[in-house]
């Protein structure tokens, strides 16, 4: 992980400063929608937007018509060519305005960005950013997903596995079946 020292320390000193989210219970529903409202965070590196585009099809597709389930998408401000414009009236973008001297978003951004509480934090980062966890460790969602790196063991209380050639696909269906989506 290449960030620099400031950032690792504002996100050590956010860290030690946020209670702890392990006491909320996780279970299995038998009904179809147990979450309302999910925030997408959607990735930072231009070459993972195709798989996320995807994934983004294959989510409102298994949302379907019906409008039960809110769901509002994060990205990057400089990311908009990459991002499909049928969610445009549901994205919050960023860019450096929002983000502090300590690599970090300004608490008027995450004031924007949690104008509703979500259910479930679903980051598709594939590598850890800085920006997204502190976006995560805000959310205080019970359901906090995001991939498998050291950093982000703190963040999310599921993390999904990158092994294997074709992980980012399964990565996605796994997300999917853990919103039960699918």
């Given at each position: 992980m290449d960030l620099p020292?400031?950032?690792?320390?504002?996100?050590?000193?956010?860290?030690?400063?946020?209670?702890?989210?392990?006491?909320v219970g996780l279970?299995?529903?038998k009904e179809r929608y147990s979450f309302s409202n999910f925030l997408v965070l959607l990735p930072k590196?231009?070459?993972?937007?195709?798989?996320?585009?995807?994934?983004?099809?294959?989510?409102?597709?298994?949302i379907g018509p019906e409008g039960r389930i809110q769901?509002?998408?994060?990205?990057?401000?400089?990311?908009?060519?990459f991002i499909d414009s049928s969610i445009n009236d549901r994205l919050i973008t960023?860019?450096?305005?929002?983000i502090n001297r300590w690599g970090l978003p300004y608490k008027?951004?995450?004031?924007?960005?949690?104008?509703?509480?979500?259910?479930?934090?679903?980051?598709?980062?594939?590598?850890?950013?800085?920006?997204?966890?502190t976006i995560v460790q805000q959310s205080n969602a019970p359901m906090r997903i995001g991939f498998y790196t050291?950093?982000?063991?703190?963040?999310?209380n599921i993390l999904i596995d990158r092994k294997g050639s074709d992980y980012i696909e399964k990565g996605f269906l796994n997300i999917q079946q853990l919103l039960g989506l699918v």
């Open positions: 020292l400031k950032t690792r320390m504002a996100l050590r000193w956010n860290l030690s400063r946020k209670k702890s989210n392990s006491n279970a299995l529903r590196k231009p070459e993972h937007s195709r798989m996320a585009r995807i994934f983004i099809q294959s989510l409102q597709n298994a769901v509002r998408y994060i990205a990057m401000r400089r990311n908009l060519e960023y860019s450096n305005e929002h008027s951004f995450l004031e924007i960005v949690f104008s509703s509480q979500p259910d479930a934090v679903i980051d598709l980062n594939l590598d850890f950013d800085p920006i997204s966890a050291e950093e982000s063991e703190q963040y999310y």
